[in-house]
């Protein structure tokens, strides 16, 4: 397997297996297939809920600690102790038990929310004892990237980023490569959204080449040296998704693709023109249009469960009802003046 070397040299396998929304029931077979289809590299999260499942396949698997690179996330903390620090560690800890691993090969902060400058500042403890091979964040736009750099020892290694063919995410990844913080995509495929599948350039392409498109979107990040991470529950996909180092994507294929760029989320509607701020307002109002991805996860995790107040939040999420901003927010321009409640009319103020 290909792989990345990350800022403190430690090597990251190009590609791995995402578990988002494969739900916990289903996990531990679907991981024990992309194992069983060559993955090494698995990449989960608290707040997926799935990491006892993908612990159980890691263990079932039979394979060495020393060959599995595992990605797990740190869940928004919500201070319930009075120390964010503590609740970090302990959120660490509980992961690994989740996981029934020693150690991880990196910790994320799942999202620029809340207090994590107290969140880095003990992830980059943990890493001191040893206890993570590399610490990263998620979801940072660039100016919390680098006001984050800018005020800690620690140089984030990772920064795991929705990137795909209709938001490639170029000039974050030219400041993330100055920064020396390594590229992460989330939602290779977009999800299926703007039908990727079934785009006629991306088609093309891959007739060219006799692969599937989503073979040729793995071939066109991977050649952008982007870290990726498909999600499938078809073991012939997991394998198809794997099988992208036999043919190389031409100067003019790449370019081409490139004009696919819409310099927009998929995910965030509007949002991401005003910046990581507004997804992080919209997310703590609890408003969100977004029935998956990152503004998703949010807002299913941004209060503690009832009667569970002052506990660590660092649980798997529970679905907990939330507001949603009004119904003709979807698909289309930004939240808060498309029929938005009041609540999710707490806007951001700074651009990107
Ligand atoms: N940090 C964050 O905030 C964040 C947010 C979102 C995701 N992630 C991570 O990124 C991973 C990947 O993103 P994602 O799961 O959101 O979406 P994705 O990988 O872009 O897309 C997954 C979808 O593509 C389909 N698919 C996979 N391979 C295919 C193939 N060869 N041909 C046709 N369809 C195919 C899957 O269907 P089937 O399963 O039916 O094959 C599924 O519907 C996640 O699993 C998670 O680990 C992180």
Redo the contacts with the bound molecule.
Sequence with gaps: MQTVTLNNGVEMPII???????PDNETQA?VEAALAAGYRHL???AS?GNEEAVGAAIKASGIAREDLWI?T?LWIQHNPTGSVEDDTKRAFDNSLRRLGLDHLDLY?I??PLGDYYSKWRAMQQVYKDNRVRAIGV??FHPDRLVDLIDHNEITPAVN???T?PFHQRAFDQELMKEQGVQI?????????KND??TNPLLSATAEAHGK????VVIRWLTQREVV???????P???A??LDIFDFTLSDEQMSQIGTLDTGSSL?FGGLLSLGVAGTAAVALAGCTDAT???AA?ASSRTTAPTGSARQPTDEAPRALARPRCGSSARGGGPVGTRGASAACMKQPTRGR
């Design positions: 791995g297996f995402g578990v988002f929304q494969i679907a990449d989960t999260a997926y990605t996330k994320l799942h999202q998620s979801n795991q980023i929705e795909h992460e995509s989330w939602g290779p495929f977009a999800e299926g990727l599948f599937s498109v989503a073979q990726v991470i498909p999600k499938s529950v078809k012939e996909r997991m198809q998704n995910f998956s991805g990152p996860e």
